[in-house]
């Protein structure tokens, strides 16, 4: 049947042909009569007309697009009713989507070119830090709405979920459940920029494997996959790929917002620096000759998929009947309590409570103890740490100075050793409440450098704290733009932990100082912990007597700390945290090492990094492992386990401002920094120079620290 609006004229437009129909609007080729050039047009479709919520995102869409003027945004013409028909006049694009020419290059056995996928990207990551910096949010990031043009540029388009942050109009409609962030499945009105760039990671994931990283038999099960499992790793469908770009790519799919790309300009600097590294994907396609037209299509609508110009989807893999029963009983509960998945996202009482229920109808298994990756105290597997006392030394208000020690420069190949004494008391591995500190197994001697290591023992929590003499470094780097400029920085000494403070010391430190079973009084007025810590990214939990670390976790470092609960422990122990400038000087030393271990690319044998497939419980190791990656003057794991805080807030230009003598930033920035990357860290994350800020209030899986102290002269 004719469409009735074929031939009819809107305002100075004559609609001419039906391009495509989706959730709630048509899409026509049209001719502005008045200037004779082909636009495209989208109308709402007749069922929605009297909808005043249909009516309001058409507007949105428009109030969106009209304020943005980007070559790679679709640009709006005009705006317009006529005989309470509602319309959007845009650009229209001679060519193909992204969908399409995906679809078609599948059906050779192909993927597209690598160079072009990287163009496509790389245009969609400009447009939308362009859009985020006018505050808007796309919210229905996909190939279908990526537009490519007969030149082979990308296009962004269709913007009919998109969010005004500046007018808080937000609305509660989804995105497409294949693409959609975690944070919009569980609320569209959760979107953040980098839930856009979430699209682009899933988009990158597709183009490089072929794949999509989750798929279900019906929407709701595909959003709760992107909210709650890990994808697989692209390596396993394509092992051609490089690590580095895996890494990328799993970093884009982080399920925590702060935990992506700041930016697409961070994502490309990335992507760029992946491609560097060698990589051979062999499946090759091109662009099809005969490049039908596509406008922008309408968005989806309630979680389904336009049903116009969309690739056929992957076969799915069979799901067995149990999980899908699960997930219905999982609804039901959910329907039952009230507020959806949000509260069993983020109430762990209500996460436990709806976990048990599936436990007692059979549809969940009981939980069985995690096996934890504790290594065997061997000669080849054991740090090199400070001698372990033969007695227990006695706290005493004071730290206590133990020794004086040789040091020996760490190097990738080398054999953990036991480091000898010269003084008459011992140092100690952290007494870690409740369990015992890790202990060394002697080796062969090493021969002393004329640098000394001098350690000292913090009494209430038993850390060894390193001297960091003073001195002066260039600090900052070229590779990261707020790592500039390179500037000179002097310091004096300082005592810096030997390792990050463990699950087992921020136990204690809970109990006896914030309060058994509590977290929300003693850091400042702020939490100490994530909100809800008893989560699955940690291994801190409570029982009748108060914290403790769940399996044997007591000597991991401690994550999920907010940087308030940071401070406050390091009062609590006499200390503070280090400065941003002491952090990167006793990783990188006077002579400006990359890595804390010297010049050498990060490797399983120097750090725990890239486990963005796995979790905490299952992947961390503990605080004294890793001893190749370990300072010339024996300090553990600054790149790798977890991130760590430091006391400066952050400032873009502070490298530009900052005093030449013992810098601290002590602007109201709202940020604060974190250094060292962490367990679920891309490689480029572990650079001693790096910087990663994040808001204070923070919840970050990978977020830990270690303390500092002056040093006193006598």
């Not at 790519?249 to 399920?255: E, F, M, Q, T």
């Not at 491609?275 to 396609?285: F, H, N, S, Y």
């Not at 190949?413 to 952290?430: C, I, N, R, S, Y």
Request: net charge negative.
């Amino acid at each position: 049947m004719q469409d009735p609006l074929i031939g009819q004229q809107l305002d100075e437009y004559r609609l001419d042909e039906l391009l495509g129909r989706g959730g709630m609007a048509r899409v026509y080729t049209a001719t502005d009569i008045h200037l004779g050039r082909k636009v495209a047009i989208k109308v709402i479709d007749a069922p929605y007309r009297a909808d005043v919520e249909y009516g309001d995102r058409f507007r949105r869409e428009a109030r969106a697009i009209a304020q943005l003027e980007h070559p790679h945004v679709v640009r709006l013409y005009r705006y317009g009713e006529v005989d309470e028909l509602f319309y959007i006049a845009m650009q229209y694009v001679e060519g193909a989507d992204l969908a399409d020419l995906m679809h078609e290059a599948k059906q050779k056995g192909a993927l597209l070119p690598l160079e072009q996928v990287r163009n496509v990207i790389a245009q969609v990551c400009q447009a939308l830090d362009y859009v985020h910096s006018k505050g808007v949010i796309h919210r229905d990031i996909k190939p279908s709405n990526i537009l490519i043009n007969q030149e082979g540029n990308a296009i962004l388009t269709d913007f009919g979920l998109a969010m005004l942050t500046t007018t808080q109009t937000q609305g509660q409609v989804f995105g497409s459940p294949h693409y959609i962030a975690p944070e919009q499945a569980i609320s569209s009105a959760s979107a953040v920029p980098q839930s856009d760039l979430y699209g682009v990671g899933v988009m990158l994931y597709e183009l490089v494997t072929g794949k999509l990283p989750f798929e279900a038999d019906n929407a709701l099960s595909i959003a709760l996959m992107h909210a709650s499992e890990a994808p697989r790793p692209p390596r396993q469908i394509q092992p051609s790929l490089s690590p580095a770009l895996e890494s990328v790519i799993l970093r884009a799919l982080a399920k925590e917002p702060h935990k992506r790309f700041a930016s697409g300009a961070a994502l490309m600097e990335a992507f760029d620096h992946a491609l560097a590294e060698p990589m051979d994907i062999t499946a090759v396609g091109a662009l099809t000759e005969g490049k039908r037209p596509l406008p922008p299509l309408p968005a989806a609508v309630v979680m389904e998929e336009p049903q116009v110009a969309a690739p056929p989807v992957l076969p799915a893999k069979t799901r067995s009947r149990r999980r899908g029963r699960v997930w219905a009983w999982l609804l039901l509960l959910l329907l039952a309590i009230g507020g959806g998945g949000w509260l069993y996202m983020t109430d762990a009482a209500v996460r436990n409570w709806a976990d048990g229920t599936l436990m007692q109808v059979g549809l969940l298994p009981q939980p069985t103890p995690t096996p934890t990756n504790t290594p065997t105290l061997a000669p080849t597997a054991v740090p090199t740490a400070p001698p372990t006392a033969t007695t227990t030394p006695t706290p005493t208000s004071e730290p206590t100075a133990v020794a004086v020690l040789p040091t020996i420069a760490p190097s990738a190949t080398a054999e953990p050793t036991q480091t000898p004494t010269t003084a008459a008391t011992a140092t100690a591995e952290p007494s870690l409440t409740p369990t015992t500190a890790p202990s060394a197994t002697p080796s062969a001697t090493p021969t002393p450098t004329a640098t000394p290591l001098v350690v000292e023992i913090r009494p209430l929590d038993q850390m060894p704290m390193v001297l960091i003499p003073s001195g002066t470094f260039n600090m900052g780097s070229e590779a990261a733009e707020n790592e500039q400029p390179i500037h000179p920085v002097t310091l004096n000494a300082f005592y810096l932990d030997q390792f990050e403070v463990s699950v087992g010391q921020y136990a204690q430190f809970l109990n006896e100082s914030v309060g058994v079973n509590q977290y929300a009084s003693g850091c400042g007025g702020a939490l100490c912990l994530k909100t809800q810590f008893e989560g699955a990214d940690s291994v801190m939990t409570t029982n009748a007597t108060g914290h403790i670390g769940l399996g044997e976790t007591e000597n991991y470092p401690v994550n999920h700390i907010r940087w308030h609960g940071a401070m406050a422990y390091c009062a609590w122990v006499g200390g503070r945290l280090p400065t941003e400038a002491e952090w990167e000087y006793a990783a990188r030393g006077p002579e400006g090492r990359t890595y804390p271990w010297g010049e050498t690319l990060p490797d399983e044998t120097l750090a725990l990094f890239g486990q963005t497939d796995g979790r905490y419980q299952t992947t961390m190791q503990p605080v004294d492992a890793f001893p190749a990656g370990r300072t010339p003057l024996d300090i553990y794991n600054l790149a790798g386990g977890v991130s760590e805080w430091v006391a400066d807030s952050y400032s873009a230009d502070f490298y530009a401002t900052a005093p030449a003598q013992n810098p601290l930033n002590t602007a109201v920035t709202g940020e604060y920094l974190l250094r060292g990357g962490a367990w679920n860290s891309p490689p480029e994350l572990l650079r001693a120079s790096g910087r990663l800020p994040l808001p204070q209030y923070a919840d970050d899986a990978g977020a830990g620290f270690r303390c500092a102290t002056d040093a006193t002269t006598n």
